[in-house]
């Protein structure tokens, strides 16, 4: 019996030891991710009580890359004691792996903490003054942008690729690229112009009166721009195309303006001014009329079937829906004014003159 046991530990001490150190490095990789998963989790649920956009952003951003660089080196460590035990000469292929696969976890971790911390300075939850949702984005794409190339060249690098022949290369072939895809360009300094000049910012609604585009703007990327039409369908620019065309953004103007005209029937000529001026006090005492603006109600002109008189005001909202009902109430408040002097709108009308049967027969004895 002794005999079987001391055969069973020189098998395991000589043969096959690097089986069951692979086995503990595996188990004990995963019992550290468990553990690491756990204490990220508590750590998530603590940072959510503070209002601080960085902490919440700096935890929601390493869950993923820290158990992955957990995994990383787990299985890199396991594959160095089977290379051992094989003899084989893959340790500087697994030191190699290793060392990219670090790098790609860090810029993974950097471009999520990007990410996150774009979605946060945007929420009011984290700050008074939100950061304006375009700047956010133009920032954020940026920086992501700046993370993967450096992440790429240093990867490349690491490979044996000399940085600065591709940069070189980079230079001479950006002439060809660029006249090859000068479109492409456009759009893309387009894009670059918009989040300079910003003449609109994601959720804004615009029109052109050159080009049949309005609607509301959802997403301004590097070459397109999406705008969701009035109709619920998506419209896709080309950044290229706003500079080179007129743009008016409706969702930044200071009122909204009411301007009609009404008419009233010739027959109500001498209660034209009496109608004008109280429709101008009304409006004056209007509470949803902005009287700090230009505010006109005049005696315009004589139309063919009535006295045209006008009104020119501002609203103090700038909501579509809450501009119709304001704009309701003053046009059945004039209808109520005309009506209580006693007066009618006009509406086109024809009078026809019939001649006296008695004239018509003194005319014809004249002829005779």
């Given amino acids: 019996m002794s005999e079987i046991k001391n055969t069973i530990l020189q098998w395991f001490d000589y043969e096959y030891a690097w089986v069951i150190q692979v086995f503990l490095v595996v188990l004990s990789t995963l019992i550290i991710a468990f553990f690491v998963r756990l204490f990220l989790k508590k750590l998530g649920l603590k940072s959510q009580q503070t209002q ?91 920086l992501r942008a700046s993370i993967i190339i450096t992440a790429t060249l240093i990867v490349m690098q690491n490979l044996g690729y000399s940085v600065s022949g591709i940069l070189a290369f980079g230079g001479i072939g950006g002439l060809a690229v660029g006249f090859a895809a000068k479109d492409l360009l456009a759009n893309f300094f387009g894009g670059l112009t918009i989040y300079l000049d910003r003449p609109f910012k994601v959720g804004d609604w615009i029109r052109s009166p050159d080009k049949e585009i309005e609607g509301t703007v959802e997403d301004i990327g590097w070459r397109l721009t999406r705008i969701r039409t009035f109709d619920k369908r998506p419209l896709y620019v080309p950044n290229a195309t706003f500079t080179q065309i007129s743009l008016e953004n409706p969702s930044r103007m200071s009122n909204r303006r009411i301007k009609e005209t009404i008419g009233i029937r010739y027959d109500d000529a001498t209660k034209m001014d009496l109608i004008v001026t109280q429709v101008k006090d009304m409006l004056l005492s209007h509470p949803d009329i902005d009287t700090t603006q230009t505010l006109m109600v005049n005696f315009d002109k004589f139309a063919p079937s009535s006295l045209d008189f006008f009104i020119y005001t501002f609203t103090k909202t700038t909501d579509w829906g809450e501009f119709h009902r304001i704009k309701q109430d003053v046009m059945l408040k004039i209808i109520s004014i005309i009506d209580n002097n006693g007066a009618e709108c006009a509406f086109p009308t024809s009078t026809l003159h019939i001649m006296n049967t008695n004239a018509l027969d003194h005319q014809s004895e004249k002829l005779k």
């Avoid at 820290?66 to 080196?73: D, S, V």
């Avoid at 976890?105 to 304006?132: C, G």
Wanted: net charge neutral; charged share 20%.
């Fill in 52 to 142: 601080n956009l960085w902490d919440d952003a700096f935890v929601e951003s390493l869950h993923l890359p820290c158990r992955g660089l957990i995994w990383l080196m787990g299985i890199s460590f396991a594959a160095d004691l089977v290379a051992v035990e094989a003899e084989s000469s893959i340790a500087p292929i697994t030191d190699k792996v290793r060392e990219i696969g670090l790098i790609i976890l860090i810029s993974w971790f950097f471009v999520r903490l990007v990410k996150a911390l774009e979605k946060n300075l945007t929420n009011p939850k984290y700050q008074s003054k939100p950061m304006d949702l375009t700047t956010a984005r133009a920032m954020g794409k940026l």
